[in-house]
């Protein structure tokens, strides 16, 4: 059985007892340095870490003033903005624990989630999200107040955050001590997050986690000495997942200042206007910016494809040399020097043109789409977990850059692989357990603290992990032979710019097919570069030239895999895949089984007797 031995830095100081204590010593260390950077008007407004204090310690208060208890839930459901992170600091500091809520989760799994976890208080961002608690108040006993960012208060069981922050304010005239000395009272063990998995299959499932898993995963961070005080971030993934969240321990750890703005459709118009020095984001982010950029200059053709063909090719030589610690010979220096001055560096312009890294997680990233960013100059550092292991158990260092791994365990973390593939971690940043469900917790988290992933992996010889796949994910076909899907729709999201999903299907069947689905925005550009000029999604998904391109590119994809995992027949759905049916969970991970069983006859049909 492969594993890793932890190492710890005896001289390193005790971490902070809670992250309501280290946002206290981040105020203390570093008061008047900016904390969060924000959309005001037309630019973007900053906040100091003092600043950020008082408002926190004044919604905390408001929160105290409510009845609100340690450890007792306070959900929040937005998408990420500065009243999130503002929202979850006070909630830390008045010793209770955050219940996160996807914006995008549908009212009854609200309301299962929400009386599930107890939560007594919920942070609800606007009226949509007010509507879907009102249409289910009655399931919700245990819920005693709505505080809304956007939305319309009714002055009784919905109030506005300046209602609780003026409750809050009256609150420490009484008790002006009354947040210190909760903060104070915590302990590492004591619940911080209660996070639902969103779960391929079933009900989503409570995980706890208590503020030791958060100061861990901050600590660690730090002591991989790639961020410092002088970066700044830009944040727009949900703080509902547990990716986000582990970027905001960072934060405190370091003490960086970030920009957030949660909205989607702005992501690149902010990276130009606030200039970060890394982002971080899931595999689907990294494969739209590659796709687009290769989908347009495919269309545009002529010497300009030339051109940026050879330029990347350049870019490309040269990362691989440097990548090997070779010399580059003067000539492909100089080539490069040309390659970048005319197109290498527009990448990293169109990203703000300060970016050091950016780091990937929470799925597998190709590894093509990795090296292609990596021939422009931008290194992108995959990373492994759960939202069981805080999302941080591995990492790679900026200093051993490698494509198709996750790095080495952060410190302090321990891996293991069993005999049968399964990843098994343990560590300070593996969780307590499900709430409320200690049978399906035994299942998974040994007494002696190893935590089983479900993941299938392999360490190299120097303690790097690779993924290969879900353990349930993996198929067997009826002629016996094992298929991983992931890394085989990984590659064909690097060789399709058009596709949106992929999904392998060989389960007991005698060879491999697929659903295919398209980005609706690259679908409809390339309808109009062939002179389709429509934007009806299912009509351009079902015309003999998308199917035909589609065709090509799958073609390209078997022609890089073993004879049984190739792709027979496909079909294209007339649609993409969707949170809101079902289809993806809210991190965008496909739901297998739910796919399989929605489109058991197309599947068939791939399967029919000719």
């Known amino acids: ?216 995963i901050g600590g660690a961070a730090e002591r991989l000495e790639i961020l410092s005080a002088e970066d700044l971030q830009f944040l727009w993934l949900p703080l509902s997942h547990s990716f986000g969240k582990m970027l905001e321990a960072v934060q405190l750890q370091i003490g960086f200042p970030t920009a957030v703005d949660g909205r989607l459709e702005r992501i690149v118009e902010n990276l130009g206007a606030v200039r970060p020095t890394f982002m971080a984001g899931p595999p689907r982010i990294f494969e739209k910016v590659h796709a687009k950029v290769v989908q347009t200059v495919q269309e545009e053709g002529g010497v300009k494809h030339r051109l940026f063909t ?31 001055r005319v197109v290498l560096h527009k990448i990293r312009d169109r990203l703000g043109g300060r970016i050091r890294f950016l780091v990937s997680g929470s799925a597998a990233l190709s590894p093509d789409v990795a090296r292609w960013f990596h021939a422009a100059d931008l290194l992108v550092l995959e990373g492994y977990g759960l939202t069981e292991t805080s999302a941080g158990t591995c990492m790679v260092r900026p200093s051993d850059p490698v494509f198709g791994a996750v790095g080495t365990p952060l410190e302090g973390t321990e891996v293991r692989i069993a005999s049968d593939g399964e990843i098994f971690v343990r560590g300070p940043g593996v969780m307590r357990g499900y709430h409320h469900l200690p049978e ?49 729709e990984s590659i064909f999201k690097a060789v399709c710019p058009l596709a949106s999903q992929i999904v392998v299907h060989a389960d007991g069947r005698s060879y491999a097919t697929a659903l295919v689905t398209l980005d609706p925005e690259a679908l409809v550009q390339w309808g109009k570069a062939e002179g389709m000029p429509t934007s009806d999604y299912a009509a351009l998904a079902a015309s003999p030239e998308v199917h035909d391109y589609v065709r090509s590119c799958v073609e390209e994809l078997n022609g890089r895999l073993n004879r049984w995992e190739t792709i027979k027949e496909f079909r294209i759905l007339d649609h993409d895949l969707t949170v809101e049916n079902g289809e993806l969970t809210p991190s965008m991970k496909v739901r297998r089984k739910v796919i399989e069983s929605a489109y058991a006859d197309l599947l068939d049909s791939m399967y029919a007797p000719a």
Not at 110 to 124: M, T
Not at 320 to 330: F, H, I, Q, T
Not at 464 to 485: H, M, N, Q, V
Request: aromatic fraction near 8%; glycine fraction near 8%; proline fraction near 6%.
């Open 310 to 340: 050879w330029a990347f090719g350049v870019g490309d030589q040269v990362a691989r040399a440097r990548l090997e610690g070779r010399r580059l010979p003067r000539l492909l220096a100089a080539q490069h020097a040309v390659a970048d």
């Open 440 to 488: 399906a917790t035994a299942e998974v988290l040994s007494e002696d603290g190893w935590f089983a992933t479900g993941d299938v992996g392999e360490l190299d010889p120097v303690g790097r992990l690779r993924i290969t796949d879900r353990k349930k994910d993996l198929i067997k076909t009826s002629g016996g032979k094992y298929i991983a899907p992931q890394p085989i």
């Open 1 to 216: 059985m492969a594993s890793t031995t932890p190492t710890y830095d005896e001289t390193r100081p005790e971490p902070a007892a809670s992250l309501a204590r280290m946002f206290y010593d981040r105020i203390a260390a570093t008061p008047d340095r900016e904390a969060f950077r924000f959309p005001a008007g037309e630019g973007w407004e900053s906040v100091t870490w003092r600043q950020t204090g008082e408002t926190v310690r004044t919604i905390a208060a408001g929160l105290l003033a409510l009845g609100i208890r340690p450890e007792e839930r306070v959900a929040i459901l937005s998408n990420t903005r500065v009243e999130w992170l503002e929202a979850d600091l006070a909630v830390m500091c008045a010793g209770a624990a955050t219940t996160t809520v996807y914006p995008t989760t549908t009212a009854d799994d609200v309301a299962f989630i929400l009386a599930d976890s107890g939560s007594r208080v919920v942070f609800a961002e606007d009226d949509t999200q007010l509507a879907k608690l009102r249409s289910h108040r009655d399931q919700l006993p245990d819920l005693i107040r709505v505080v809304t960012f956007d939305g319309q208060p009714d002055g009784e069981w919905v109030l506005s955050l300046h209602d609780l922050l003026a409750l809050g304010a009256r609150h420490l005239v009484d008790h002006p001590a009354a947040v210190d000395e909760t903060v104070a009272a915590i302990r590492p063990e004591d619940l911080a997050t209660l996070i639902y998995t969103s779960g391929t299959t079933g009900r989503p499932k409570g995980v706890e986690l208590p503020h030791r898993c958060w100061t861990y």
